[in-house]
Structures are given as structure tokens and as C-alpha cells.
């Protein structure tokens, strides 16, 4: 069974960097080939941050799925939408990604959105580890779209609004029908918990991402995250946060 990472925060709260540094951590230690990224955000842009153009995403299959007349045939419907879920997969040598992108509009889903948690329980069996990158609300978790999730990492910069947002996301988390197994903070641009981190009752902190010049550079020039140099403060951290978490 696949380790699940999801990670979820506020916008402009560093996730989709944080979810890419995670991908390129299995990468540097061999697991690439092993790992599936889901772009759950309805920005996507996890695929800029890996270096990848999407070749499709899940709300255009699902929107064709939709607008297909209803037939008795259910298996052979699933076994399509099933096969534009795959064309829609943009497959690397170290990772595939799965973008799920825009939001859902006023109409009915439900079908094709069962058809989705399906097809997505059988995907993710197949990688050994799951990076989703999250809209803050979660709503793809919240329907399901993977089963278990091993770690929420949600990030949040240490202000009184980044708090706030943070105790919001836990409870949401509470409240999903699907088993999120240790959840924790993630606490970016900065060296230390701010001290109201002690009023997240339940929460765990899992570690803090420091300021890094590094990253916000490589960005401004339209580099990936594998463009950064293994040992800059931002990675190093991250990859100390995920050894201690993962070490059992």
C-alpha cells in the first residue's frame, strides 16, 4: 500500500513548494519511478514547480464523462473514463503527475466522480509513495479521492492569520470521511513555532521551513525544484522533517 502525503494550507502558504521539495526528497533517495503527484489545487501549479507541461487534466474527463448519455453498460463507461484518465497522466522517468484542475461546476458529478475515486483507489496502489498537493478547503479529500492519508502536512507561516487557518484546516481534517493517520503543522519562512502555536491543541508541530533566498530566487528566474542545491536551508529542512516522520 502507497505511504500518502497530502499537504494543505492557506494560499500563498508555500505548499505546492513544499510538495514539490517532497517529491524531489524520494527522488534523491531512489524512488523515483515509484511516485504518483496529484495536483488537487484548482491553480495547478505543481507541474511548473517539477518542470513538467500537463497533458490533460481530470476535470476535462470528467466533463466528457458528464456530457455522455447515461447507459446500461456501467463497466464499459468506467472502463473509458478509466483510459482518459490515463491518457490524461503526464508520465516522467521519476514521477507521474495526475492534475485534477478546475473546480466543478454547478451540475451533477456525482457519476463521474465516483467513477474518479475508483480509478483512483486502483491508481494508487500501483506507486509505492502519493504526494497531494491540496486546495486549502480539501475538497477532493473530503470526496474521497484517495482512501487513507499517512501524513497532512499543513503549512502555514507564522502569523495570527496563518494560525488561524492552520486550527481550521485540523478541524476540516476531523471531519473527513477518510482515515488521516498523524496530522502536524508545517510552520515556513521561519526558524521557530510562533509562540500562539501552543493554542493548537492536538496539533502537532512537525517542523519549520526557514526563509530561503534560494528558492525565492530560483522561482523568480522560472527554475524547478530540482534546480536547487541539496544542501540550501529550505531543503535541508524538509528533508529532516520527513526523515523523522518516516522513519517508522
Known sequence: MATTIAVSGKGGSGKTTFASMIIRYFIDRGAGGDILAVDADPNFCLAMTLGVETTGTIAEIREQARAKPATNAGSDRLRAFEYGIQQAITETRDF????????????????ANNMLRQFMDKLSSQYKYVIIDNEAGMEHLSRRTT???????????????????????????????????????????????????????????????PSDKTVLDASMRGKTIFDLDPNCPALAAVSGILDDKLKN
Open 96 to 111: 507521474d503527475l495526475l492534475t485534477m484542475g478546475r473546480p466543478e461546476g454547478p451540475d451533477c458529478y456525482c457519476a
Open 147 to 209: 482512501n487513507n492519508v499517512d501524513l497532512l502536512c499543513i503549512m502555514a507561516n507564522p502569523t495570527a492569520i496563518g494560525l488561524v487557518t492552520a486550527r481550521r484546516i485540523s478541524e476540516v481534517a476531523d471531519e473527513l470521511a477518510i482515515a488521516v493517520r498523524e496530522k502536524g503543522i508545517i510552520w515556513n519562512r521561519t526558524d521557530s513555532p510562533p509562540g500562539q502555536a501552543t493554542e493548537l491543541e492536538g496539533v502537532e508541530t512537525f517542523g519549520c521551513v
